[in-house]
């Protein structure tokens, strides 16, 4: 596994899941790790455990859909322990349900934290990036990026936001030469966190443990690659979707189960 001494790597909703095991791996691999969350009680217990296991950790509070918050907190990190050079857009949320029967507001917040937070952050962050020797921007999209999830609409909308606001970003930079700052987009399919308890996973798409997608990830940072998708088997729908007729995609969707994966839904409350 590759290291990471020298950087200093913030995470957004490093309180759980695959945000949390990625806080302690960079931390396992010698980076000083800034866990940010919603409560700082679970910031500080992330932050605790991997101080307690010898590695550099801070907690911080951090609500990525109180946009204004963003630039205040940048400014605390600065005067309290310095600029970042990896940057992992981690926070996330999803509502799903039948479309007019979820809240308005909970389709709303999902767009916020998933899409205009993680564009907040990187927007208030990329001064520290583009300043540091050798930077990194890490966006957690999903598979949900590069399909129609029935029942989960505005999370997949807000997942194709980050790939799209992604992809131009690193290209953007390659263009102006700031070939010092990678950016890698994050797509992986369902993961066991318990955000998306009581899916039916497609087939050939099996639950994935956090931590192969955490190892993937930091796997995937250090090679400096474009994007980590998982499993492998989820890059070959874009391949599909280009060359298969419309309804005949529709048809493998559906048999496949990726259609009404989100049927069962429950999420963490369920
Ligand atoms: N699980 C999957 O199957 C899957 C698949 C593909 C992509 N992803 C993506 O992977 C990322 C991590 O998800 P996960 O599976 O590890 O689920 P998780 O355990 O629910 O992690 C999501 C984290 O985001 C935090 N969060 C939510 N709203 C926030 C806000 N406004 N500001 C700051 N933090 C906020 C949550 O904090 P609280 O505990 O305070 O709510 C939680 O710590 C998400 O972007 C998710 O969309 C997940």
Redesign the pocket.
Known sequence: MPRFDNHRVLI?????????LMAEKFAARGAEVIV????IA?AREVADHITNAGGNAHAYT?????IASIAKFRDQLHEERGPISILVN?????HGGEFEQVDLQQHLDTF???AE?LMACSHVFMADLLAADRAHLVN?????AFIGLPYGST?AAS?WAVVGFSESLRLELAERGERHVKVTT???????????KGVKTPLFSPM?T?DRVADSILRGVAKGEAFVIEPPMARSVELLKGVLPRRLWDQVARRTGVSTSMYSWKG?QG
């Open positions: 957004t909703g490093a309180g759980a899941g695959i945000g949390q940010t969350a919603r409560r679970a951090l609500d990525v859909s109180k981690n926070a996330g949320v999803v916020k934290v998933n937070g957690i999209a999903s598979a949900s999370y997942k994050v797509c992986p399919s369902y993961i066991a966190t318990g955000m998306f994935l956090p963490k």
